[in-house]
């Protein structure tokens, strides 16, 4: 999606080889038109694909995930971080290593906001070694529910989170995927070019 690649290219900033910064529209400060575009491009993706649920993971996920919610017009679920004393009854409940923090957190998803019937898409900010995606994607398949697909804004295409999450048989559309980080150096795959 040229929009973001180009914004990602003016604004976004390598930490490392393997970390992108992009907290002036994403993951601090949200460009809300961006992401309704954002929305918007996963909708002409994902049209046909029979959606009647988005899932994202608190909290970068929301603001594209609710555009896209809201283009396909269907629910938007928020697959919770820390438990609390709210969520307590029926839940689902999976572990999940951080690929930013280097820690390991539980998310959990009610019962009431998904069911066996539903072909859900779940849509993340990055996509690194697949962690968030793979344990957002169990949490689906413990409530008996359909993955439709997964939706990326910022896949690092130089991990292996596709190849994991392709391997466990998803379809993943990524709107901008890298191939490379450095100092000063954010290079896109070159077929998206
Ligand atoms: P994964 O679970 O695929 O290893 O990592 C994906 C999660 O880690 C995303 O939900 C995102 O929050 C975070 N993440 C991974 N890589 C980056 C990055 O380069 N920059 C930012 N801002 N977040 C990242």
Same mark, same amino acid.
């Given at each position: 999606?040229?929009?973001?690649?180009?914004? &990602?290219?003016?604004?976004?900033?390598?930490?490392?080889?393997?970390?992108?910064?992009?907290? %002036?529209?994403?993951?601090?400060?949200?460009?809300?038109?961006?992401?309704?575009?954002?929305?918007?491009?996963?909708?002409?993706?994902?049209?046909?694909?029979?959606?009647?649920?988005?899932?994202?993971?608190?909290?970068?996920?929301?603001?594209?995930?609710?555009?896209?919610?809201?283009a396909l017009?269907?629910?938007m679920v928020?697959?919770?971080?820390?438990?609390?004393?709210?969520?307590? #009854?029926?839940?689902?409940?999976?572990?999940?290593?951080?690929?930013?923090? %280097?820690?390991?957190?539980?998310?959990?998803?009610?019962?009431?906001?998904?069911?066996?019937?539903?072909?859900?898409?779940? &849509?993340?900010d990055f996509?690194?070694?697949?962690?968030?995606?793979?344990?957002?994607?169990?949490?689906?398949?413990?409530?008996?529910?359909?993955?439709?697909?997964?939706? &990326?804004?910022?896949?690092?295409?130089?991990?292996? #989170?596709?190849?994991?999450?392709?391997?466990? #048989?998803?379809?993943?559309?990524?709107?901008?995927?890298?191939?490379?980080?450095?100092?000063?150096?954010?290079?896109?795959?070159?077929?998206?070019?």
């Amino acid at each position: 999606m040229k929009l973001l690649m180009d914004r &990602i290219l003016s604004e976004g900033r390598a930490l490392s080889d393997s970390v992108l910064k992009v907290d %002036g529209f994403l993951n601090h400060q949200v460009d809300a038109d961006l992401m309704q575009e954002v929305g918007k491009d996963f909708y002409e993706y994902f049209k046909d694909y029979g959606i009647t649920r988005v899932l994202t993971i608190e909290s970068s996920g929301i603001a594209p995930a609710v555009y896209t919610a809201q283009a396909l017009k269907v629910p938007m679920v928020i697959l919770k971080k820390q438990t609390s004393k709210i969520l307590n #009854g029926d839940v689902y409940q999976t572990n999940i290593k951080s690929f930013t923090k %280097g820690t390991s957190y539980e998310l959990t998803l009610s019962s009431n906001y998904i069911n066996k019937e539903d072909r859900v898409l779940i &849509i993340d900010d990055f996509l690194a070694n697949g962690e968030a995606a793979t344990g957002a994607a169990r949490l689906v398949e413990m409530a008996g529910a359909t993955i439709a697909g997964i939706g &990326i804004l910022i896949e690092k295409s130089f991990q292996n #989170g596709r190849t994991k999450l392709e391997n466990a #048989g998803y379809h993943v559309y990524s709107q901008a995927r890298i191939a490379r980080l450095g100092e000063g150096i954010i290079e896109f795959v070159e077929e998206d070019k």
